[in-house]
């Protein structure tokens, strides 16, 4: 983990990253003459917007902001040219760089900070030579006169929280069974200080939560329901915002079942909106945000075992609709319709879920941002897609038509879990749609939440997606 401090002064034998703009003002970086004359070329001439000089005793990189039309463009290439030094970073085994702010505009450093150490992050749990691959990185220092406290604090917050979500994410299911991710939720409420609550399975069975009691039929481990609370005496709202994560730890498809190896290798990633509803509560309770929220995960498996639920069955929902049930792939509207259902009693100001729904949100936008649908008024919309664009998890507005209730008709119960061959994601969406009776929203993150390569300061594997947004949200609109 690498820690971000602030720091007034440094001395000339530190490795530093300064930001400056095209002026180039380098006379205080402690150059040479030589070296700010090279480095002024690879700028002018070169149009680079990185270098870096090594001069034996330190390394300088030189980085210059890359202006953009609008703002959040501006800071996210500069998160992701931290990516870029990075890993030269760790090439060169330094342990602590400080990154100095040349040009006093404490957000462009926040964010090259930010790019560096989420670029940090890695998963060895189950290495035997940890020790050796660990990033050298451990400490980054900001200089800087704007930037304040409380904003490296939430900084250091926000890094930990989506370290703590792509961990949930990469731990495989031997290990994270949906009684273990209830655990881990425990544990990051005892930590950060917000209240959990886990159903057991007699709990869940005596609620009648029938989407989640059918999908965890073929499984052997039972299913938990994890409600998540956090209420400061100071909340600036008096109805909840709730996050509704899908908890499924692991996706086989069930009966439907997935071929291997492209389909099924990574569904331990099927519980990451569950992990960013921890992620995104463990960070704002961290924080102390003046916002009242309530995460609500339901989790379990999803197997072709002995019992499991088959294509025809008919099942009645913990809100007492009927679903017949014709691909046992289409498991997570089940389980978060119940959960979506439950959330009514709270009488939410607004629910947001998260994800990983459809293989459709995939091929509709990939891996570069969020599928997004809902019923709330267009004020929230417009603002979720703002913190969308500040954090680079960008939103994908779809459309919740009318016409496409026709496609999840069931000849025999209220509705089917199957659509038609297109818009996928739409009708995972309408079909979530009949759960609610609140202002709400659907965010399909299934492109966004795992990738096969690494992208930037995204790591291969888990992104931790999810965290950062829902934060910037409550932190901008409460
Ligand atoms: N967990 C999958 C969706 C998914 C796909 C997540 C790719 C991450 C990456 C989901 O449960 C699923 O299998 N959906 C089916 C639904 C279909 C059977 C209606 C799908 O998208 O194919
Ligand atoms: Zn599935
Ligand atoms: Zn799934």
């Not at 964010?111 to 940090?120: C, M, P, Q, R």
């Not at 607004?350 to 990939?366: N, S, Y």
């Not at 703002?386 to 994908?396: F, T």
Request: proline residues 4%; glycine residues 8%; contains cysteine.
């Amino acid at each position: 983990m690498t820690t971000i401090s602030k720091k007034n002064t440094i001395n000339n034998n530190e490795h530093v990253v300064l930001i400056c703009d095209n002026n180039l003002n380098l006379n205080d970086s402690g150059l040479t003459k030589s070296e700010i004359d090279f480095v002024k070329k690879q700028i002018k001439e070169q149009n680079k917007k990185s270098v870096s000089i090594n001069q034996l005793n330190r390394w300088v990189f030189i980085q210059v902001i890359d202006e953009k039309k609008e703002k959040h463009l501006t800071l996210e290439s500069l998160r992701k040219s931290a990516s870029t030094i990075h890993s030269l970073i760790v090439e060169n085994k330094l342990e602590s760089i400080s990154i100095i702010d040349s040009k006093n505009n404490s957000s462009e450093v926040l964010a090259f900070a930010e790019g560096l150490a989420l670029s940090n992050y890695q998963f060895l749990k189950y290495k035997k030579d940890r020790k050796k691959e660990t990033y050298s990185l451990k400490n980054i220092a900001i200089v800087s006169v704007n930037c304040t406290k409380e904003q490296i604090n939430e900084l250091n917050i926000l890094v930990e929280a989506t370290a703590i979500t792509r961990t949930l994410v990469n731990e495989p299911v031997n290990f994270l069974t949906a009684t273990q991710l209830s655990k881990e939720f425990q544990k990051l409420g005892k930590e950060a200080g917000f209240n959990v609550e886990v159903f057991n399975k007699a709990k869940i069975k005596a609620l009648k939560m029938g989407g989640l009691l059918s999908v965890n039929l073929g499984s052997v481990e039972p299913p938990t329901f994890t409600i998540m609370e956090y209420k400061p005496k100071n909340a600036k709202n008096k109805q909840p915002v709730i996050l509704v994560g899908k908890g499924v730890v692991y996706d086989t498809g069930g009966l439907s079942l997935k071929p291997t190896p492209n389909s099924m290798d990574m569904m331990k990633c099927d519980m990451a909106g569950g992990a960013a509803v921890g992620g995104a509560l463990y960070a704002i309770a961290k924080a102390e945000l003046p916002v009242y929220v309530i995460g609500i995960v339901p989790a379990t498996d999803n197997r072709p075992g002995g019992n499991a639920y088959v294509p025809g069955d008919v099942i009645t929902m913990y809100n007492n609709l009927t679903v017949e049930m014709l691909n046992a792939d289409a498991e997570g509207r089940m389980i978060l319709a119940d959960a979506l259902a439950y959330a009514q009693k709270y009488k939410p100001q607004l629910v947001i879920d998260l994800a990983t729904l459809t293989g459709a949100a995939v091929a509709a936008i990939g891996t570069s941002g969020i599928v997004s649908m809902g019923t709330a008024d267009e004020k929230i919309k417009n603002k979720l897609s703002e913190s969308g664009n500040n954090v680079y998890e960008r939103l994908a507005e779809m459309p919740l038509w009318d016409d496409y209730d026709e496609l999840i008709k069931s000849d025999i119960a209220d509705m089917k879990n199957l659509g038609g061959p297109y818009a996928g994601a739409i009708t995972a969406g309408k079909f979530l749609q009949r759960y609610i009776d609140y202002p709400w929203m659907h965010f399909d993150i299934a492109g966004p939440a795992f990738l096969t390569a690494k992208d930037g300061y995204r790591p291969k594997g888990a992104t931790g997606v999810g965290v950062r947004l829902l934060f910037d949200f409550f932190k901008n609109n409460f």
